[in-house]
């Protein structure tokens, strides 16, 4: 019996062949194109003889509507990149300069792929099909059908990603002539705030597993037929509050440079940087992971399922407070048109909005499942959510009816 559910989706989403044959039957025509506008803006201006005020604005707005493997669906990419920044440059006196900035810059990308009727038809499949356990819409702003996909075809996708960031800093160095020596010192401060998500819902495979002879795997089965079916292979949902990636950090650095003219020919650079790196905290405190030597579950949070306050410190991660970055060098001049140098330094780069995403939709705040294997043994009772074959027990966090 052909499952409702996936032959509605197939109705939906999949397109018919527009090509003669069995194999390589569909082409989608339409043309992709990239829509790109930059503004940029700059003033200079002086206050006396002492004071150079700056200040520049640019930003790069692109919209790409770009087709996908089948008529029903099209994906959009939009990137917008702002900066702003504030300039100061104040000369104390001739031998000492001032220098400071403000800056806000922020990088928006966002991905989506289009849904055919949009909210009101997916809410009509989901709720009309009774299926349960994943969320009717993971975003209102960018609807998507569950993603169902089959095994040897190019299936229809149903996925987003919103990707914006924001940075926030504030910069200041004096200079300082003082004989041979060019003495500079400064610090730094990076506030940076990011959100990672995901949109998609449900997404299921099929392959042909499901439908095979197991006295004669090789020659048998179809994952169209498992599809049509309902029969999955692999299952995955992610749901819970803390699925969304909304996070927060700081940076401090400071630095001390001297450039000393030792001699008429050559010149030493010497330098210390220190940089404290936070690691990312989430806006409303949800992310959780797990000690591995302990196997002591950890959130930083209020504990929905238990009501415990949090057990480890904010954002899980203690912070690294060593970075200490030395830095030397030299130039010597060994004729009018010969100079040699060298350099040594220390530099540290983190990349921890990134690297912070592994402690993001955990329990107790969210769940991420991965089920595999599924019906290999035959069609004896379908794995849903497909349709009204099968109630999916719907974790409504809590330790009861979530098995924690």
Same mark, same amino acid.
């Given at each position: 019996?052909?499952?409702?559910?996936? &032959?509605?989706?197939?109705?939906?989403?999949?397109?018919?062949?527009?090509?003669?044959?069995?194999?390589?039957?569909?082409?989608?025509? &339409?043309?992709?194109?990239?829509?790109?506008?930059?503004?940029?803006?700059?003033?200079?201006?002086?206050?006396?003889?002492?004071?150079?005020?700056?200040?520049?604005?640019?930003?790069?707005?692109?919209?790409?509507?770009?087709?996908?493997?089948?008529?029903?669906?099209?994906?959009?990419?939009?990137?917008?990149?702002?900066?702003?920044?504030?300039?100061?440059?104040?000369?104390?006196?001739?031998?000492?300069?001032?220098?400071?900035?403000?800056?806000?810059?922020?990088?928006?990308?966002? $991905?989506?792929?289009?849904?055919?009727?949009?909210?009101?038809?997916?809410?009509?499949?989901?709720?009309?099909?009774?299926?349960?356990?994943?969320?009717?819409?993971?975003?209102?702003?960018? @609807?998507?059908?569950?993603?169902?996909?089959?095994?040897?075809?190019?299936?229809?996708?149903?996925?987003?990603?919103?990707?914006?960031?924001?940075?926030?800093?504030?910069?200041? +160095?004096?200079?300082?002539?003082?004989?041979?020596?060019?003495?500079?010192?400064?610090?730094?401060?990076?506030?940076?705030?990011?959100?990672?998500?995901?949109?998609? +819902?449900?997404?299921?495979?099929?392959? &042909?597993?499901?439908?095979?002879?197991?006295?004669?795997?090789?020659?048998?089965?179809?994952?169209?037929?498992?599809?049509?079916?309902?029969?999955?292979?692999?299952?995955?949902?992610?749901?819970?509050?803390?699925?969304?990636?909304?996070?927060? &950090?700081?940076?401090?650095?400071?630095?001390?440079?001297?450039?000393?003219?030792?001699?008429?020919?050559?010149?030493?650079?010497?330098?210390?940087?220190?940089?404290?790196?936070?690691?990312?905290?989430?806006?409303?405190?949800?992310?959780?992971?797990?000690?591995?030597?302990?196997?002591?579950?950890?959130?930083?949070?209020?504990?929905?399922?238990?009501?415990?306050?949090?057990?480890?410190?904010?954002?899980?991660?203690?912070?690294?407070?060593?970075?200490?970055?030395?830095?030397?060098?030299?130039?010597?001049?060994? =004729?009018?048109? +010969?100079?040699?140098?060298?350099?040594?330094?220390?530099?540290?780069?983190?990349?921890?909005?990134?690297?912070?995403?592994?402690?993001?939709?955990?329990?107790?705040?969210? $769940?991420?499942?991965?089920?595999?294997?599924?019906?290999?043994?035959? @069609?004896?009772?379908?794995?849903?959510?497909? =349709?009204?074959?099968?109630?999916?027990?719907?974790?409504?966090?809590?330790?009861?009816?979530?098995?924690?």
């Amino acid at each position: 019996m052909i499952n409702r559910s996936t &032959k509605q989706l197939q109705e939906t989403l999949w397109s018919a062949p527009n090509l003669p044959g069995r194999a390589q039957n569909l082409i989608n025509t &339409k043309a992709a194109r990239i829509d790109n506008d930059q503004w940029m803006g700059r003033v200079d201006h002086r206050f006396g003889d002492n004071n150079i005020l700056t200040g520049r604005y640019s930003l790069s707005d692109s919209v790409s509507p770009r087709p996908t493997a089948h008529l029903s669906v099209d994906n959009l990419l939009v990137t917008t990149f702002t900066n702003i920044m504030i300039s100061d440059t104040h000369t104390v006196n001739p031998t000492t300069i001032l220098d400071m900035k403000v800056s806000y810059h922020r990088n928006n990308l966002q $991905i989506a792929d289009s849904a055919p009727g949009g909210k009101e038809a997916i809410e009509g499949f989901i709720t009309g099909n009774s299926i349960q356990g994943i969320p009717l819409l993971n975003s209102k702003a960018v @609807p998507l059908f569950p993603q169902w996909s089959i095994s040897g075809f190019a299936s229809p996708s149903q996925t987003g990603f919103p990707f914006p960031d924001d940075s926030y800093s504030a910069y200041a +160095t004096i200079t300082k002539i003082a004989g041979g020596h060019t003495i500079k010192a400064g610090f730094e401060f990076k506030h940076s705030r990011n959100l990672d998500d995901g949109y998609f +819902t449900g997404n299921m495979s099929f392959d &042909k597993v499901p439908t095979e002879d197991p006295q004669n795997a090789a020659a048998t089965g179809n994952a169209v037929a498992s599809y049509l079916l309902g029969l999955p292979t692999i299952a995955r949902r992610y749901i819970g509050e803390g699925t969304t990636a909304i996070m927060r &950090k700081e940076d401090y650095s400071l630095f001390f440079q001297d450039d000393w003219r030792a001699t008429a020919n050559l010149t030493v650079n010497l330098g210390l940087r220190y940089d404290m790196s936070e690691w990312p905290k989430h806006r409303d405190d949800l992310l959780a992971s797990i000690d591995l030597g302990t196997g002591q579950f950890l959130w930083d949070g209020h504990n929905p399922i238990t009501g415990e306050g949090p057990n480890v410190r904010r954002g899980i991660v203690e912070p690294d407070n060593s970075n200490f970055a030395p830095r030397v060098g030299m130039a010597y001049r060994l =004729g009018e048109k +010969t100079t040699v140098g060298s350099g040594f330094g220390v530099f540290y780069m983190t990349n921890y909005l990134w690297e912070a995403q592994s402690v993001r939709g955990n329990w107790p705040f969210a $769940i991420s499942e991965n089920f595999s294997n599924l019906n290999d043994r035959g @069609p004896v009772s379908p794995v849903v959510p497909l =349709g009204a074959v099968q109630r999916v027990q719907q974790c409504e966090f809590r330790e009861a009816q979530c098995g924690f």
